[in-house]
């Protein structure tokens, strides 16, 4: 079974441009099959704020009725989609941007209204991955960079957590590549201190998540990210890696943030 990357990067990645150049050139020299997928940081609430659309969060969840959701499609699926692809082509990196409906890659069922109506917001099911369309693309040595943006297979477009893009990417791909997930942010990876940078956990296996989080070691919003990242290798995803976005190159010698391992 040959190798596949899947890379999310954060928004505070996208956010500044000088990270974000550095990080696609280091991403563009990963050998091998791979996938980036990434969110649209702030950009969307700069632009909706310019035309007058307040934005709305609500637990770090935007609130996306239809005018939102025509910013976020402009946004992450064209202008930062294309800018991050332009800057790939310049690093020799044939990328192809994507958003769920191309190809039908990526479906998702608009999130039923409970305690908050999250408007046009979109979740993603079991069955929800066109992996054999994903390989296509792949196997043509093609680079698929995915933007938070999907639909229902009715016309409908949806904002999608770039997260669980990856995460459903990674286990509907693992039935056909040997894949790692490698989360990109602004961290260097799970950290015993969250004041010490440099007090990374290299290794943890599901057995010591509990303890870690019963011991206070991982809170607030990595516990989350942690989950479904255990829940991506439950599913077959083979390792998974949190880490800075500016250390990828480290990622060859698996020397890049925190492992997390069956």
């Known amino acids: 079974m040959s190798?596949?990357?899947i890379i999310k990067i954060g928004g505070n990645?996208?956010?500044?441009?000088?990270q974000l150049s550095a990080f696609l050139e280091k991403f563009s020299a990963l050998p091998g099959r791979k996938i980036l997928v990434h969110g649209g940081g702030k950009i969307a609430t700069r632009i909706a704020s310019d035309m007058g659309i307040e934005a709305k969060m609500v637990e770090g969840r935007r609130i996306t009725d239809a005018a939102m959701l025509d910013v976020v499609t402009m946004v992450y699926a064209g202008l930062t989609n294309k800018?991050?692809?332009?800057?790939?082509?310049?690093?020799?990196?044939?990328a192809v941007g994507l958003c769920g409906a191309d190809a039908n890659m990526i479906k998702a069922v608009k999130r039923p209204?409970?305690?908050?109506?999250?408007?046009f917001v979109g979740d993603i099911l079991a069955d929800s991955i066109n992996a054999l369309a994903i390989k296509k693309l792949l196997e043509a040595e093609f680079i698929p960079v995915f933007s938070a943006i999907t639909h229902n297979g009715h016309g409908q477009l949806l904002n999608t957590n770039a997260d669980t893009i990856a995460s459903s990417l990674a286990v509907a791909l693992s039935?056909?590549?040997?894949?790692?997930?490698i989360?990109?942010?602004?961290?260097?990876?799970?950290?015993k201190d969250v004041n010490d940078d440099n007090s990374v956990i290299e290794t943890i296996k599901s057995s010591e998540f509990e303890t870690l989080?019963?011991?206070?070691?991982?809170?607030?919003?990595?516990?989350?990210?942690?989950?479904?990242?255990?829940?991506?290798?439950?599913?077959?995803?083979?390792?998974?890696?949190?880490?800075?976005?500016?250390?990828?190159?480290?990622?060859?010698q698996r020397k890049f943030g925190t492992c997390l391992i069956a």
């Not at 039935?175 to 997930?181: D, M, R, T």
Request: aromatic share 10%; proline share 1%.
């Open 13 to 18: 990645v996208i956010d500044d441009a000088n």
């Open 213 to 252: 989080k019963e011991g206070k070691v991982i809170h607030d919003g990595m516990i989350p990210k942690l989950f479904n990242a255990f829940d991506a290798i439950s599913k077959g995803v083979t390792n998974v890696y949190i880490g800075h976005a500016n250390n990828l190159h480290l990622f060859q």
């Open 113 to 119: 209204v409970r305690e908050i109506d999250y408007g």
């Open 3 to 5: 190798v596949l990357n």
């Open 83 to 94: 800018n991050i692809v332009a800057e790939l082509q310049k690093y020799n990196c044939d």
């Open 183 to 191: 989360y990109c942010f602004d961290k260097n990876g799970v950290l």
């Open 175 to 181: 039935k056909l590549y040997e894949v790692s997930l």
